[in-house]
């Protein structure tokens, strides 16, 4: 059913990548790359043209993914969501202002995330959360 | 100038002279206090600063524990997937999710006193909201719906009890949720929070079958149960689980209900 849409994780903690890419493998999408820090996602957005990007906020090496946020919200190709633990009111706000599908909190709810993806696949409007 | 003249313009300089020396005594008084008070008031400042910045950096390391604690709470829920999902067995993976669910409710205390104000108190009902939406969305959306009501003043509670009231409701709803409804059928959960001032009361309820005669609920023989008897002792409160026609006729359904004191902490 969701075959068709590749995701790119772009997630520092290992455990928690790997639980994402089951998770979603397990619910029919296709994880098409997964980077601990910005180089890596740059890189496999290049390369391998996901349709949607899953990003942590704190990523390796002080990398930010609102950074992330922000070139995708420019280019405006590939819809994104964020996966953050942080949610303190600034980094909320500043990464709502990227206009992610999505800001969902850790620790993620399995069925919240693939309830966002499965709307956003079908076409249904999701307002941000 | 007679004598009389002269006496009384050197009494009168005289006194001058004592008003004088007077007044020129309370200038410098008044100046050494108007300095002293200059350099307490620079010394309370002072401490001030300190105490503002002190406070800053607990607030900052508090906050950066709670993060800690939350983000070590989903590696540990990770872990529990990743293992849940190399099993075939159904039996195994509902007995990891349970616990996934239960770690969930603890996690989400630590992002609720992350951003309580003062980074010690919950507010129960916004808890119970945000633990109901995850509860909710796992299977039973459509054809069950729950509704959480409460009291005003609202509770507000410290992590001693936060944990342990997380994981009762976590426990109680999940209970509804699974058992309440069978073969597919549909209801509402009511929970329900009270705040008395010096007792607490959570009751959920459900409006379906209610539960068997010969069910031993009372005893907790499932870990569930169990642990909502254990924690509600640990909170010096009274649990019981019963049908809601006991409590008024013809009512459909059954009730738990946890009773509690809220100690001077709380």
């Given at each position: 059913m969701h075959e068709s849409m590749s995701i790119l994780i772009v997630e520092d903690e290992r455990l928690i990548s790997m639980m994402l890419c089951r998770l979603l493998e397990t619910a029919g999408f296709a994880v098409c790359g997964v980077a601990p820090n910005l180089l890596e996602a740059y890189d496999i957005l290049e390369n391998r043209s996901p349709d949607f990007v899953l990003i942590d906020i704190h990523l390796e090496g002080d990398d930010n993914g609102i950074v992330l946020g922000r070139r995708l919200r420019k280019e405006a190709k590939t819809p994104f969501a964020y996966v953050s633990a942080y949610s303190d009111r600034s980094t909320y706000d500043a990464a709502m202002e990227t206009k992610p599908v999505a800001f969902l909190q850790k620790p993620i709810s399995p069925q919240a995330l693939k309830t966002i993806l499965n709307e956003y696949h079908n076409g249904l409007h999701h307002t941000p959360r | 100038?007679?004598?009389?003249?002269?006496?009384?313009?050197?009494?009168?300089?005289?006194?001058?002279?004592?008003?004088?020396?007077?007044?020129?005594?309370?200038?410098?008084?008044?100046?050494?206090?108007?300095?002293?008070?200059?350099?307490?008031?620079?010394?309370?400042?002072?401490?001030?600063?300190?105490?503002?910045?002190?406070?800053?950096?607990?607030?900052?390391?508090?906050?950066?524990?709670?993060?800690?604690?939350?983000?070590?709470?989903?590696?540990?829920?990770?872990?529990?997937?990743?293992?849940?999902?190399?099993?075939?067995?159904?039996?195994?993976?509902?007995?990891?999710?349970?616990?996934?669910?239960?770690?969930?409710?603890?996690?989400?205390?630590?992002?609720?006193?992350?951003?309580?104000?003062?980074?010690?108190?919950?507010?129960?009902?916004?808890?119970?909201?945000?633990?109901?939406?995850?509860?909710?969305?796992?299977?039973?959306?459509?054809?069950?719906?729950?509704?959480?009501?409460?009291?005003?003043?609202?509770?507000?509670?410290?992590?001693?009890?936060?944990?342990?009231?997380?994981?009762?409701?976590?426990?109680?709803?999940?209970?509804?949720?699974?058992?309440?409804?069978?073969?597919?059928?549909?209801?509402?959960?009511?929970?329900?929070?009270?705040?008395?001032?010096?007792?607490?009361?959570?009751?959920?309820?459900?409006?379906?079958p209610g539960i068997a005669e010969d069910l031993d609920i009372a005893q907790g023989r499932t870990l569930g149960l169990s642990l909502v008897h254990n924690l509600a002792q640990q909170i010096h409160g009274s649990f019981r689980i019963q049908n809601r026609s006991e409590l008024e006729a013809g009512r459909q359904g059954s009730i738990a209900t946890l009773a509690f004191p809220l100690g001077d902490d709380a």
């Open positions: - | 100038m007679d004598s009389q003249n002269v006496e009384t313009i050197l009494d009168t300089l005289n006194d001058l002279s004592t008003v004088l020396s007077l007044v020129l005594r309370n200038a410098f008084l008044y100046q050494n206090l108007e300095q002293e008070v200059r350099k307490r008031t620079r010394e309370l400042e002072d401490k001030n600063l300190v105490l503002a910045k002190t406070l800053r950096e607990r607030e900052l390391m508090l906050k950066e524990i709670h993060h800690r604690v939350k983000n070590n709470l989903q590696i540990i829920n990770s872990l529990l997937y990743l293992q849940a999902s190399t099993s075939n067995d159904q039996r195994v993976q509902e007995a990891l999710e349970k616990g996934q669910n239960r770690i969930h409710s603890m996690a989400l205390v630590h992002e609720e006193l992350y951003h309580s104000e003062d980074l010690e108190r919950i507010d129960i009902l916004g808890y119970t909201k945000k633990l109901c939406q995850n509860l909710e969305s796992i299977e039973y959306g459509e054809r069950i719906t729950i509704r959480i009501e409460g009291t005003e003043p609202g509770l507000l509670l410290p992590i001693t009890y936060s944990v342990s009231i997380g994981i009762i409701l976590n426990e109680l709803i999940t209970n509804a949720l699974k058992h309440a409804y069978p073969q597919g059928t549909g209801g509402s959960i009511i929970v329900r929070i009270e705040n008395t001032g010096q007792n607490a009361t959570i009751t959920v309820a459900d409006d379906g």
